[in-house]
């Protein structure tokens, strides 16, 4: 392992001397993660980056960017498993508003509506906001893990708008 104490990033893998070359694991101080082909100490072959959201970007690189058709130049993958679909991209449009969740399992009888695309939606402390990948809690200014409360991020002002704006309250 390899780490890059300027960047907080680090790197485990096949290396020519100094540099990266080969299959390896470059992790970005943020938790993402690029995992496959390196050349020259770049991004470069086949690989995935895993995002600390739980999805996932599938892509051929060349000299550290994604290449292919464009405009999507690679696949990416939600969490949830949906793949995004440039030009047949129908989910969640102005005519089909279900939660992915809901397009495979079905839609909830009257009276149960989904609030989130999940059986349930999670709890939420008093006055804070459901921000889809944790809750927003106004006093912190930052996104909070559902489970634990440990912070994941602190969103900008256009962020914190639309979430208090849109987004479900905890009472």
């Known amino acids: 392992l390899v780490s890059m ?6 790197y485990e893998g096949d290396r020519a001397g100094p540099r990266m070359e080969g299959k390896g694991t470059f992790t970005f ?18 690989g995935v980056m895993y995002f600390p959201n ?5 892509a051929d690189w060349e000299h550290g960017k ?5 405009p999507a130049r690679g696949q ?4 949830d498993g949906l793949t995004y679909q440039e030009g047949d991209w ?13 397009r495979l399992h079905g839609v909830q009888p009257a009276g149960r509506s989904q609030l989130v695309d999940a059986a349930t939606a999670p709890k939420l ?18 996104v909070h893990a559902y489970a634990d409360g440990k912070p994941l991020r602190n969103p900008d002002v256009k962020e914190i708008e639309w979430i208090v704006k849109h987004c479900r309250i905890g009472k």
Do not use: I, N, W
């Open 54 to 58: 739980g999805s996932s970007f599938e």
């Open 90 to 102: 129908d989910y969640c449009d102005e005519d089909d508003r279900r939660f992915y969740s809901e």
């Open 125 to 142: 402390p008093t006055g804070t906001f459901d921000a889809g990948d944790g809750y927003y809690d106004p006093t912190t200014r930052a």
């Open 76 to 79: 990416l993958t939600f969490k």
């Open 29 to 46: 101080a943020d938790g993402t993660k690029y995992v496959g082909d390196m050349v020259d100490g770049q991004f470069h072959g086949h």
């Open 5 to 10: 104490e300027f960047t907080g990033s680090s």
């Open 66 to 70: 994604a290449v292919g058709p464009q």
